[in-house]
């Protein structure tokens, strides 16, 4: 048995140790919100924050995600900065099919909570890692320096 | 029927309705119907009400549009949700000449029901060929017209006053004194009346809503994550399947020790398929985890193609050219043309497999049961879907009830079945549900690929360098040889291989055009974003490219020359990209700009690239232009979002992609070693729309199909160099 910290919620899971942190929530928790596209750290879909900071749910193992504050996109709204992000991302109308949008939210909180005033470069660096086949890329650059501007 | 609904409808009613649906050639506004849960969101249903399992035929239950005894109207969209906004831009339709505030309609999914949503350009129901809003245009706001004199019939008829005294506006019809009455409180009646035919459409000088930014309908839930894709959705009972395809086409299954797998926790069931081995467990990781347990011990028999590379697959592709083939075209007398000229130009261009790659892999939940084979699946061609759940479960295709979901990325990739029909045949040997889903890996290796193309052209130039004519060799595989044989004719001439070729935008009086269909061995080749446009604009383009330069004129006067006084409309948007582009001003050496125009989806698009060189071969993409004139718009933020994702999906496969086979195999497998455009390579793309008031053309590949040629004209405006073989990272180049 694990205990999870998610979304400020004690929850107790009785999975394989090494099970990636992404599966637990998706078919264990199920909550879906936190998307599969690669399982290698390549595509940045099952973006999460662990202690504040973007990591890859898909490569981390759930025994390390235990003792550590992990919170989805489900919960992120709920955060000044995470509602401010989702609003901007709806105002820019970022979406297209939506499915890597909960990993492209996720990485741009932990984005601008590092650095509120990010310019061009700072966004290459820190949303490289997120892939978008629908290639929304010109709006989430867009979505991103409009928070970060307000 | 859903039980919750206040007015059952009995047998007889259902079909004279369906009857008079057909008789308005496919329309049918069911305003009889209360509000009730559409069943693509029966998801949520079947979480509410385990038990409500009962079979629903998937007869047209209103074909387009349903009133609901409370106002509320729903939209049954005959196309799916996949990023494009298509049902947005349908709902924008639907209340504007239903006189209803946008927030009013909801939309819910059409069963599969060729007789009622075939596509009237596809020929078949289907999402794709861009073709959505060109063929709903009309129909969807007829429907929806003839809805709004029915409610207002219905109020006048109540009122005792003429219906020519009363107006429909904000989901009310308002008779005289003000009088007012919701279109809820006289839905019941209106659905007594006949339908009217040949209802007048409002004039775009009176839209109130189409041609205004609206915000999609479906994008909230998309940055919150409570939107379900097909891999999110959860059934009662349901179990986690992943599949591994024998990795040879043709290939099969011989044998494997399941006990391995077995003995990984969580692993429920190995199945055994013909030419593939599934493990289902309680989650998904147990079913990665058993998979990668079989692998040692899993036999496959390759079949006949287990030896096939790449090399040989192009070759034949070669070999190809010395059989006649299907013409296409012919026009003039191209040999004599080609003898006589002043001079000539060859070139030969190629363009690779490509894996569609959406990021949400393939995934279909699906349950047989003795009464029914239920599937939730998003899918483009949900005929299709249903037929191939038929054939895999043993069932009548009545039988078969399919749940069409949003979905995670398609670009053609979900107009095919095959995992459809292995899900369902997975389903059929357990006695729950499962959600089949495939790894990345799975799904890059056992895509069905854009074909691998060859051209070669020959032109006849006069003095001045201007054609004469020329002839077109197309080489590839026919996608709809295989996809749909009736649609083509027994020379074998597959109108989308030759797409803005057989009929190229520049008026030639000497023309030949050949198209030699070559199925390659070991691969499957399908629809892929962009299709016929996305060949022909880039080997056309390319070409009268080179033309220009051999002629040393300015790329964007030699096709206004060429072009004459055809086209206005593309005559029109190259200039304006060419101004926006600022393309008269000198760049200095290392960089360069390149131009491309076509007619694509009934849309006329000029892109223009600007880039830069360093030492190192390294690209930078300075700007991007991208000028549409794609008719009447519906929802201009739709469009631009559409054009700017549609370019750069275009750039990421002319930069990077490259599907190839080794042994018989596909050789690239995850986003690793099949790299995909990201933030940091994306240039901003500037898009530019005309205003028109011509129909609609298509938007959702259009972008897609212009950016190679731009690409690859401004390599050679940047180096002096052709590079003529897509993509253009073979030729030693990378993003910076
Ligand atoms: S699924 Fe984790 S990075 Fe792709
Ligand atoms: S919106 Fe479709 S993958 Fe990003």
């Given amino acids: ?150 | 029927m859903n039980k919750n609904s206040s007015a059952p409808v009995s047998p007889e009613r259902r079909r004279m309705l369906k009857a008079s649906g057909v008789a308005l050639g496919g329309l049918l506004i069911a305003t009889w119907l209360p509000p009730m849960v559409p069943k693509s969101f029966a998801i949520q249903r079947l979480e509410e009400e385990p038990e409500d399992h009962e079979l629903q035929p998937p007869t047209a239950l209103g074909a387009f549009l349903r009133v609901g005894h409370n106002g509320h109207i729903t939209l049954i969209s005959p196309k799916i949700e996949m990023g494009q906004g298509v049902q947005t831009g349908f709902a924008m339709m639907i209340a504007e000449e239903l006189e209803v505030p946008l927030s009013q309609v909801s939309v819910a999914e059409a069963p599969p029901n060729p007789e009622l949503y075939s596509d009237s350009i596809l020929n078949f129901q289907a999402t794709g060929g861009s073709a959505s809003t060109r063929s709903n245009w009309e129909p969807l706001r007829e429907a929806a017209a003839a809805a709004r004199i029915m409610l207002i019939q219905a109020a006048a008829n109540q009122w005792q006053v003429s219906a020519a005294d009363c107006r429909a506006e904000n989901g009310q019809v308002i008779g005289p004194g003000d009088r007012r009455l919701g279109y809820g409180e006289v839905v019941a009646a209106a659905a007594e009346l006949t339908v009217p035919e040949n209802v007048p459409l409002k004039k775009p000088e009176d839209f109130k809503i189409i041609g205004k930014p609206a915000q999609r309908l479906d994008t909230p839930s998309k940055v919150d994550g409570s939107a379900k894709f097909t891999i999110d959705l959860h059934v009662p009972g349901m179990k986690i399947a992943s599949a591994r395809a024998c990795p040879v086409v043709g290939g099969t299954l011989v044998a494997v020790d399941e006990s391995r797998a077995r003995a990984v926790p969580g692993v429920v069931e190995v199945i055994k398929l013909d030419n593939a081995v599934a493990v289902i467990g309680d989650h998904m990781w147990a079913a990665i985890k058993g998979l990668e347990a079989l692998e040692e011990s899993v036999e496959w028999d390759f079949g006949a193609h287990g030896g096939i590379d790449q090399a040989q697959i192009e070759q034949a592709l070669r070999d190809a050219f010395e059989r006649d083939g299907a013409i296409a075209n012919d026009v003039g007398d191209i040999d004599k043309a080609l003898d006589g000229a002043e001079s000539k130009i060859e070139a030969e261009y190629e363009m690779p497999f490509l894996a569609h790659s959406p990021l949400e892999p393939m995934t279909c939940v699906a349950q047989v049961r003795a009464d029914a084979c239920e599937l939730w699946v998003g899918t483009q061609a949900p005929v299709f879907a249903r037929q191939a759940a038929a054939k895999a479960s043993g069932m009548p295709a009545e039988k078969v009830i399919i749940h069409n979901q949003w979905i995670g990325g398609a670009f053609g990739r979900r107009l095919e079945t095959d995992f459809i029909t292995q899900a369902t045949a997975i389903a059929k040997q357990v006695d729950y549900p499962i959600k089949l889903v495939w790894t990345r890996e799975e799904d890059t290796t056992h895509d069905l690929y854009r074909p691998h193309y060859i051209d070669r052209f020959a032109a006849a130039l006069d003095a001045d360098g201007m054609p004469i004519g020329w002839s077109q060799t197309i080489v590839g595989a026919s996608v709809l040889a295989r996809f749909a044989p009736d649609a083509v004719p027994p020379n074998g001439l597959d109108s989308d291989a030759v797409e803005n070729s057989a009929n190229p935008l520049y008026p030639l009086s000497n023309l030949r055009v050949r198209y030699v269909p070559e199925a390659p061995k070991a691969i499957l080749n399908s629809w892929w974003r962009g299709v016929g446009p996305l060949h022909g604009a880039y080997v056309v383009e390319s070409f009268v490219d080179e033309l220009a330069y051999a002629a040393k004129q300015d790329p964007v006067d030699y096709r206004l020359k060429l072009l004459g006084d055809q086209h206005p409309r593309a005559q029109a948007v190259l200039r304006l990209a060419a101004e926006k582009a600022n393309w008269r001003q000198p760049l200095p050496d290392g960089r360069g700009r390149g131009v491309a125009v076509q007619e694509v989806f009934g849309s006329y698009l000029a892109t223009v690239v600007e880039l830069q060189i360093d030492a190192n071969n390294g690209v930078r993409i300075k700007r991007l232009i991208c000028v549409a004139d794609c008719g009447i718009v519906t929802n201009p933020t739709s469009v631009h979002s559409q054009l700017e994702g549609g370019t750069l999906f275009g750039l990421s496969a002319a930069l990077y992609n490259e599907i190839t086979v080794k042994n018989g195999r596909v050789e690239q497998s995850n986003y690793n070693d099949y790299r995909q455009l990201r933030i940091s390579d994306a240039p901003p793309v500037e898009v530019f729309v005309v205003p028109s008031t011509e129909a609609p053309g298509g938007i959702g590949e259009a972008g897609t199909a212009m950016i190679a040629p731009a690409l690859m004209n401004a390599m050679h405006a940047a180096t002096g160099k052709r590079f003529r073989r897509l993509p253009l990272a073979r030729a030693g180049f990378h993003v910076i």
């Avoid at chain 1, 599966?23 to 924050?49: E, F």
């Avoid at chain 1, 709204?77 to 995470?82: F, P, V």
């Avoid at chain 1, 939506?98 to 932990?110: D, E, K, N």
């Fill in chain 1, 1 to 150: 048995m694990l205990t999870l910290t998610i979304n400020d919620v004690d929850l107790e899971v009785d999975v394989p140790d090494d099970m990636p942190l992404l599966w637990v929530l998706r078919d264990v928790l199920g909550m879906t919100g936190t998307k599969y596209g690669c399982g290698i750290a390549q595509c940045g879909v099952c973006t999460v924050h662990m202690n504040g900071n973007a990591v890859r749910s898909c490569v981390l193992p759930v025994s390390e995600a235990a003792g550590n504050k992990i919170t989805t996109i489900e919960a992120i709204g709920k955060t000044a900065l995470g509602k401010r992000v989702q609003q901007a991302w709806l105002e820019h109308e970022v979406v297209q099919c939506g499915y890597c949008q909960s990993g492209q939210i996720m990485a741009a909180v932990a984005l601008l909570e590092k650095v509120p005033d990010v310019d061009d470069a700072d966004i290459d660096l820190g949303m490289a890692g997120n892939m978008c086949r629908c290639c929304t890329y010109t709006r989430i650059r867009g979505a991103i320096k409009s928070v970060a501007k307000a």
